[in-house]
């Protein structure tokens, strides 16, 4: 085994990359769960962005079309989610379990004849200079454009939620809907917002992978992403920066697992490959022991349904 | 999800009986798949040989395939349904559906069953494989001249005799031309998960490996290839040829299309007994895609040349002396390895230096 094989550097830097699809639904499904709505079908808004987002990009041959288009395709699922638990009344959980088998199907559906394409390149940026700096270079200054985008929104969800009248309004339709209506709020069009919000960031991580990460189009190659983006929210205990460091935990150890059977490891791989999940099952199992820190963070109203009876 | 989607794929199954009860003379002939048929790479060429029968056979024939089928009891439940809906003869097209077909082929003693790579047989299960080993050591030959860093990635899958034969052929054939090869293997624990392919690719090439193989199904690890310069690999199990000249300098290229309509013409003709058939590059189930200009015109020629060896069997890519990764002789000069131990091969040869995972 030769563990100075490893570089630290392109550890972080293909770590950045493997995480971003993750960080990016993880954030939406944050806000959504901040309003009071619990949509299990991030999966299924992920895969959706992934084809669409392919489809787009191969069409037009602009990634950027493509990563438009996987959002707003995402955020259209979303909305089959959105009316059928806000205006039907309809159980969340299952409703967002059933989000995520139709998104499945339909993805493999639309994708039928685009598998085996490749998509038109999404390059890194290169800042003369600053991108050629050792270290810092490569990780600071040479990704996608993407990458620094869903860092952007980390911080501006960050910013609504806690510094502004909206992020205000959002939260308390999510710890009390009641309170909030009583108010003069419209929590069922707030809600609406925050899950076609939440769709859109799901769209997007699905557009990520399918036209950087992988870059090409594979039935069902989102392989669970949509729950491990589930498992971070409350892993970030509703935070958005915590999500970032929940996304990347999880992608660093995934790509530090291969990274260690490259250099010869003696560890049975199908441990290594373990290693995510279980990080991520222990850090969450640590956080829920704190039941009364865990239960001051959870949004009051989180998949309960909103009635207004007056 | 595998699971309800197999049951939906089963109840498709189900319901495609219905309606060719009518057509009772057409044989009835049933594929399960790994993976989607558009993988471009395993499952599609199974694909390819299932539309072959249909080509050369006309309307004798009737297809039904089910795709993403989990190695695990849902493939009983697909073969069941299958064998229940008037299937007289199912291909099963992945190592580890083995157990079950020998269980579902014991229900059915009416129905044939062709299990691919598999070693396990019965008066109504066949089994069916190519010496991929044979296309492993052309391309280990190439990787052996190409590669600048003497580092070879592979990309394996599970630790079953098929894989660790590809990864000791092609070693054996690049260390024959470049003492200095070392290889890298990592294993995904899967056959189709673009996202971890890709991954693994990039872990190895991040280590130096300038030459990617890959025993899994995706054209992930090409994609990622792609992204880095100077990055060669080759196609696996199809041509994978939308990524040629480069990274894709060559490939190895399943071709079952002839052994699937020669079977499905045995069952028409009523002469269908169960075969162990292991052809390679001489009988054309292997075949070696086309090499590009980025590998030196000298490199192709003896390329070339080893491949037609292999096939007029002149040379064995398993050729004495060779030792076990242990140290403890093998075959000994000039002799060469049989097919039963290569069919259960669970070592690696010397120089190796990574090691099995049990």
Same mark, same amino acid.
């Given at each position: ?13 293909? =770590?950045?990359? %493997?995480?971003?699809?993750? $960080?990016?639904?993880?954030? +939406?499904? /944050? #806000?959504?769960?901040?309003? *009071? ?115 952007? =929104?980390?911080? %501006?969800?960050?910013?609504? $939620?806690?510094?502004?009248? +909206?992020? /205000? #309004?959002?939260?308390?339709? *999510? ?136 | ?358």
């Amino acid at each position: 085994m030769d563990l100075s094989s490893i570089s630290p550097v392109t550890l972080i830097v293909s =770590l950045m990359a %493997a995480s971003t699809p993750i $960080l990016l639904a993880a954030l +939406g499904e /944050l #806000v959504v769960e901040k309003s *009071g709505v619990l949509n299990l079908g991030v999966e299924g808004m992920m895969i959706i962005g992934a084809v669409c987002g392919f489809i787009a990009a191969v069409t037009t041959g602009s990634p950027w079309l493509g990563f438009l288009f996987g959002a707003i395709c995402g955020a259209a699922v979303s909305m089959i989610f959105a009316v059928l638990t806000q205006y039907l009344m309809a159980n969340q959980v299952a409703t967002g379990l059933g989000l995520t088998m139709f998104g499945l199907g339909l993805a493999s559906l639309l994708g039928h004849s685009y598998t085996g394409i490749n998509p038109p390149a999404f390059s890194q940026i290169h800042i003369p200079v600053l991108s050629d700096l050792p270290v810092v270079g490569r990780i600071v200054f040479g990704h996608d454009p993407m990458i620094y985008f869903s860092l952007a =929104l980390t911080f %501006a969800i960050w910013y609504f $939620l806690t510094r502004t009248r +909206g992020g /205000l #309004v959002l939260r308390a339709v *999510g710890e009390s809907h009641d309170a909030a209506h009583a108010l003069g709020y419209k929590v069922i069009r707030i809600r609406m917002l925050a899950i076609a919000f939440g769709g859109a960031c799901a769209g997007l991580g699905g557009a990520y992978l399918s036209l950087v990460r992988v870059p090409q189009w594979a039935e069902g190659m989102t392989a669970g992403a949509g729950w491990i983006a589930l498992a971070i929210v409350v892993f970030a205990s509703w935070k958005p920066g915590r999500a970032i460091i929940g996304a990347y935990l999880f992608g660093g150890v995934t790509v530090l697992q291969l990274n260690l059977q490259a250099a010869g490891l003696a560890i049975s791989p199908a441990y290594l490959s373990m290693t995510p999940y279980l990080a991520t099952i222990i850090v969450l199992v640590i956080m829920a022991s704190d039941k009364k820190r865990q239960s001051l963070n959870a949004p009051a109203s989180l998949g309960k349904t909103f009635f207004a009876s007056t | 999800m595998n699971l309800i989607k197999t049951l939906l794929a089963g109840a498709a199954v189900a319901t495609g009986l219905a309606g060719a009860a009518i057509a009772q003379d057409k044989l009835k002939i049933g594929f399960i798949y790994i993976g989607p048929p558009g993988d471009m790479g395993w499952t599609y060429e199974h694909d390819q040989g299932r539309k072959a029968i249909e080509e050369a056979l006309g309307d004798k024939v009737e297809t039904t395939y089910v795709e993403n089928v989990p190695e695990s009891a849902d493939s009983e439940r697909v073969m069941t349904q299958m064998a229940l809906s008037g299937h007289k003869l199912i291909f099963a097209t992945s190592f580890n559906y083995m157990d079950h077909v020998m269980n579902v082929a014991k229900k059915f003693p009416d129905v044939k069953f062709e299990h691919a790579t598999g070693f396990k047989r019965a008066d109504n299960v066949s089994t069916y494989s190519a010496r991929f080993y044979e296309g492993r050591a052309v391309i280990g030959h190439i990787a052996g001249h190409m590669t600048k860093t003497n580092t070879i990635g592979y990309i394996a899958s599970y630790p079953i005799p098929e894989v660790i034969r590809g990864i000791n052929s092609a070693y054996l054939a690049a260390k024959a031309v470049n003492p200095e090869v070392k290889f890298k293997v990592v294993w995904a624990y899967t056959w189709f998960d673009p996202g971890k392919e890709a991954d693994a690719a990039n872990a190895l090439i991040e280590q130096g490996a300038d030459v990617i193989m890959q025993h899994t199904d995706s054209t992930a690890p090409m994609s990622e290839m792609k992204k880095h310069e100077g990055i060669i690999g080759f196609g696996q199990a199809s041509d994978m040829g939308q990524f040629a000249p480069k990274p894709r300098v060559s490939s190895i290229i399943d071709n079952w299309a002839p052994y699937y309509v020669a079977r499905a013409q045995a069952m028409l003709d009523g002469t269908w007994e169960s075969t162990d058939t292991w052809h390679g590059i001489k009988e054309g189930m292997v075949e070696i895609g086309e090499m590009t200009e980025a590998v030196p015109a000298e490199v192709r020629a003896s390329a070339q040349e080893l491949a037609e060896k292999l096939a007029s069997g002149e040379v064995h890519a398993f050729t004495g002396p060779i030792n076990k990764q242990d140290g403890s002789a093998w075959l000994a000069e000039g002799e060469t390895a049989d097919d039963g131990t290569l069919a259960g091969m669970d070592f690696y040869v010397e120089g190796i230096e990574a090691e099995i995972p049990n």
